[in-house]
């Protein structure tokens, strides 16, 4: 089984920037679809991006498209988010997860792995 650690998170003040990282190790990396969920104090698990194991097809929350991006190293087993413009809505612990199949990409009952998380907190 994939084994996931993200790094990357941080505090940023609105507008800002940062880059996650997500590296996988344990598994067969390129035969895995990966997805970035997010979760707020007091609210659910959240699907913010998911990238084919190809990294050709990406899908997105419409809360975050056209200022996140997603893609992946294969070479380096690891999958990034860039996110750019951030809001203080954008504040949550993010986790990468791994599944082998993207029919259900925003179900993260479909993601058979995860990270253990890193925090990201946008300040206003």
């Known amino acids: 089984q994939v084994q996931l650690v993200e790094s990357g998170g941080g505090l940023v003040q609105a507008g800002g920037s940062l880059r996650l990282s997500c590296a996988a190790s344990g598994g067969t990396f390129s035969r895995h679809a990966m997805g970035w969920f997010r979760q707020a104090p007091g609210k659910e698990r959240e699907f913010v991006a998911a990238?084919?194991?190809?990294?050709?097809?990406?899908y997105y929350a419409d809360s975050v498209k056209g200022r996140f991006t997603i893609s992946r190293d294969n070479a380096k087993n690891t999958v990034y988010l860039k996110m750019n413009s951030l809001k203080p809505e954008d504040t949550a612990v993010y986790y990468c997860?791994?599944?082998?199949?993207?029919?259900?990409?925003?179900?993260?009952?479909?993601?058979?792995?995860w990270g253990q998380g890193t925090q990201v907190t946008v300040s206003s």
């Open positions: 990238i084919s194991w190809g990294g050709v097809i990406t």
């Open positions: 997860a791994a599944t082998r199949f993207l029919n259900y990409y925003s179900d993260y009952r479909q993601y058979n792995a």
